[in-house]
């Protein structure tokens, strides 16, 4: 769709807007010239992170087409531009949450615990890269990477031992996994299914998304197209069996940071998204069955506007396009709720404790752009897994925003201010762009434009080039990287960091050793054997996955399956 911006139902009418153009030429004529002319301005251009130009001054001219009611309407209505609960923050804050996996199980357990009790009300869970590659902590390809940028979960015995003592029916936990992230989910399930805990009371998010796995992060087992199914299943059985769960985060998080500007990151994020409803249609599920339990995941960067404007926007592109395009009726269809978290990206080794300052910015853009859950960086991520100081301060900022700051306390508080209402536009506008020239790459379908434009490199390349112009501009020193390129020290800053213990590994291979040892071997490869037999009956493989991992097969197992039925997936570089 392309938004009707005539002015039918502006709120300035012609004459209102011929006076102010006047009184704004009057102004630059007797009051800025000559300031300028005897002082100059700082920079001759300024812009945003994304290199967007921003204006000195912002008027009713700038927003003259806006339209209160089909543009900006009342927060809880459509097109829920000022957010998607008509009290926001006023009825309760958003969800707090920290990234939190280190070492074995128990150490992380530890982290969920300590987090509880400084105030933390969801759970986020980091995995090491074997688990999150889908393989078992004693393959070879695990050596010296067990549990050391995340925990390490082999089996469903530490999962039962991640969360020992911790309510599933009262927690909220996200597991932020993609390729695995069926493995996990049905591990979580599992363990539901043994505590008790009805299905239907599980309460998180999977992040699950592969699309833009193949676009920026680059964590992938099997091809893209049969990733798509299996991602598809997960939500077809989330569906079904834990409605309040939301089996998938369509993550811009890591689009933007592998370079891209605000607009990629919302575009890609939402064609991927859109993607994800075009399959579950093609699947047979209904619109408004499946559509309320999708979320989203977006990065906040160091530019508070752009970023808020970002968030609004995109509320409005989301209602719009799942009502006019795929028939949604439900409201909660055409909400578009999302977590964010601060820019990683933007975090610096030179003075961390410069990173306090930096992710405090970007948490407040977070809660002024309406959103649902928030993550905050720590301050000495640049350099190591958090420390214990170092995510209570991250927690301790969100705590501030929300109960000092008093931004928690009106809804959508830049709503209607100039500068922003006109980011606002452009930047949906120019979302919009890359978002039909996508589904022109798939002839009118969004999945297939994007499963088009992975292959032909099409996102790599838009990606890369603004990567490469930002790097640009900071070398240069035309953008200012405070202790990097300016303003920079000799002095040694850095703080006390997180140390893994070595014995790691082989307190995680002695446990996985031992549930090899105790299982019964004959029901995990029949039910190895019943999963061949879905994938091959191309049914909806999940109930497999959860029969899998309660007789213990391990995460590499499970994934062996599909590897052996799909085969592996070599990116196409430089293709034009």
């Known amino acids: 769709f392309i938004r009707d911006r005539r002015v039918t139902g502006g709120m300035y009418d012609d004459e209102e807007l011929s006076e102010i153009r006047e009184a704004k030429a009057s102004w630059e004529a007797e009051t800025l010239d000559p300031t300028l002319d005897r002082h100059g301005e700082r920079n001759e251009r300024f812009a945003t992170v994304s290199n967007r ?28 531009t000022r957010g998607v609960y008509p009290t926001m923050y006023r009825g309760r804050t958003w969800t707090m949450r920290q990234f939190a996996g280190f070492g074995t199980a128990e150490e992380t357990n530890e982290r969920f615990r300590y987090l509880i009790d400084e105030g933390q009300t969801g759970l986020s869970t980091a995995f090491d890269m074997p688990s999150l590659m889908g393989i078992d902590s004693d393959d070879k390809m695990s050596l010296g990477e067990v549990g050391k940028e995340g925990v390490a979960v082999d089996t469903l015995r530490d999962m039962e031992v991640l969360f020992d003592g911790i309510d599933l029916a009262e927690v909220s936990t996200s597991f932020t996994i993609n390729p695995s992230a069926p493995v996990i989910y049905a591990m979580y399930v599992a363990l539901a299914d043994q505590r008790g805990v009805p299905r239907e009371e599980l309460r998180g998010t999977l ?41 998938i985060s369509v993550s811009g998080y890591h689009i933007r940071e592998a370079g891209s500007t605000a607009v990629q990151e919302l575009a890609f994020t939402l064609a991927d998204g859109f993607a994800y409803v075009e399959a579950c249609l093609d ?15 977006f990065n906040s960067h160091n530019s508070l506007f752009e970023e808020v404007a970002k968030f609004r926007a995109a509320r409005r592109i989301y209602a719009t396009v799942m009502e006019e395009w795929y028939d949604a009726e439900a409201e909660a269809s055409k909400q578009l709720k999302f977590h964010t978290q601060t820019a990683g990206q933007s975090l610096t080794a030179q003075q961390p404790l410069n990173n306090v300052a930096r992710v405090t910015i970007q948490a407040l853009a977070g809660v002024l752009g309406g959103t649902q859950s928030l993550h905050t960086n720590s301050f000495d991520e640049a350099l190591a897994l958090p420390s214990e100081q170092a995510v209570r ?22 709503g209607g201010s100039f500068a922003v209402e006109s980011l606002t536009d452009e930047t949906e506008a120019d979302a919009m762009a890359y978002i039909e020239e996508i589904r022109e ?66 307190r995680q291979l002695d446990r ?19 999963l061949r037999d879905a994938v091959d009956a191309g049914e909806n493989v999940m109930p497999a996955i959860v029969a899998a991992v309660k007789a213990y097969a391990t995460m590499g197992e499970v994934m062996s399956v599909f590897e052996a039925e799909y085969g592996t997936y070599r990116e196409r570089i430089g293709v034009a």
């Open 53 to 80: 130009e921003v204006d000195r001054i912002y008027t009713p001219e700038d927003v003259a087409d806006l339209d209160y009611d089909e543009d900006l309407g009342f927060p809880g209505e459509e097109p829920y």
């Open 207 to 247: 992040q699950n998304d592969m699309l833009k796995e193949f676009i920026a992060q680059k964590e992938w087992v099997i091809p893209p197209a049969p990733s798509l199914d299996l991602v598809t299943d997960t939500i077809e059985f989330a569906v079904a069996e834990t409605p309040k769960f939301k089996p």
């Open 283 to 297: 699947r047979g599920l209904d619109v408004d069955e499946f559509a309320p339990q999708l979320s989203f995941f």
């Open 393 to 414: 301060v991250a927690l301790r900022t969100q705590q501030i925003i929300a109960e000092e700051s008093g931004a928690a306390d009106i809804v959508d508080p830049l």
């Open 441 to 506: 790459m798939g002839d009118g379908s969004v999945r297939d434009g994007v499963l088009h434009g992975i292959e032909q490199g099409y996102f790599h390349r838009e990606i890369q080039e603004s990567a490469y112009e930002y790097q640009e501009r900071v070398d240069e020193g035309d953008e200012t990287v405070v202790g990097v390129n300016a303003y920079e020290i000799d002095e040694d800053t850095r703080p006390d960091l997180l140390k893994i213990d070595e014995t790691t590994r082989e």
């Open 512 to 530: 996985l050793e031992s549930v090899k040892d105790e299982r019964d071997d004959d029901a995990v490869e029949r039910a190895l054997d019943d």
